[in-house]
């Protein structure tokens, strides 16, 4: 698999889970909705695959946004491969503190070593 195929996964995984969840919860409710015992479930979990699908969009236009940012050189690129960097991530103090993964070889980046690919 070359390294673009890993950016799309890494960028658009939890979207495509995400996803998946509001598929799944749909399937749910219509099978609740048969069930007298469960119909009123449905009133409320109606709302799960709506917001399944909100969050989605958000999974998918963030990291698309990001992408986009990136190639247009306001970005951070990978010390190591050069590709673009994640959202930042909560750290852990004694490792450094925060930090992004590059899409494109996984690694983790500590936030002392991000390059802007601003040219
Ligand atoms: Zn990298």
Not at 46 to 53: D, G
């Amino acid at each position: 698999m070359n390294q673009w195929n890993w950016v799309a996964i890494r960028a658009y995984g939890r979207a495509a889970f995400a996803l998946l969840m509001a598929v799944v919860s749909i399937a749910m409710l219509s099978q609740w909705q048969a069930s007298p015992l469960l119909a009123g479930f449905v009133v409320v979990g109606r709302w799960v695959p709506l917001l399944a699908l909100a969050v989605t969009l958000w999974l998918v236009a963030a990291p698309t946004y990001r992408l986009v940012q990136w190639q247009r050189g306001h970005g951070f690129d990978c010390p190591r491969c050069g590709g673009p960097l994640g959202h930042e991530r909560t750290g852990y103090a004694s490792r450094g503190g925060a930090y992004r993964r590059c899409y494109a070889c996984g690694d983790n980046i500590n936030h002392r070593h991000y390059m802007s690919n601003a040219a």
